[in-house]
């Protein structure tokens, strides 16, 4: 069995919740474990769900293009489809928050090493909670991240 390795690491990895995703579970023994692609994703679809946020679509600043009236009516690409260029933003060629969070290698603000620093509250003016929305943010990222040790939502 050519794909005997990959049934020995997911067996290896089983404590830490480790699954073996495949388009061929034939070529395996009927386990719980033995997931397919469409499984995966209803899996990672129903943790995101269940926390609350949706860490795929959060965007530097803590928003989530989701639920951002201006690109469910077609104004807005995103700023995450769009890497921080959209109109809003089209003096200054990207959004200054995407723009700091890309520099500084994080999924949004509030996972930045600096958070919370003294831009935060300058480049996120319309939120005057803004510190703690992101820390909030943070925290359940972190929380999820360790539940599902999932690494990179």
Known sequence: ???LIFYEVAMEKRDDGAYLVTGNQKHYPAQ????????????????????GADFFAITACGECCDTCDKMKAGECPGCIQADGIVL??????????????????????????????????????????????????????????????????
């Not at 719980?32 to 926390?51: C, G, H």
Request: net charge negative.
């Open 32 to 51: 719980d474990f033995i997931i397919t692609p469409a499984e995966m994703i209803k899996i990672m679809n129903s943790t995101r769900q269940m926390e």
């Open 1 to 3: 069995m050519d794909d």
């Open 88 to 153: 809003e933003w089209a003096d200054s060629g990207r959004c200054r928050i995407h723009a700091c969070v890309r520099e500084h290698g994080a999924k949004f603000c509030g996972l930045c090493e600096e958070f919370p620093c003294d831009r935060v509250s300058e480049l996120i003016p319309w939120n005057p909670n803004i510190i703690e929305h992101l820390a909030q943010l943070r925290d359940q990222y972190n929380e999820i991240s360790e539940k599902t040790d999932l690494k990179e939502i």
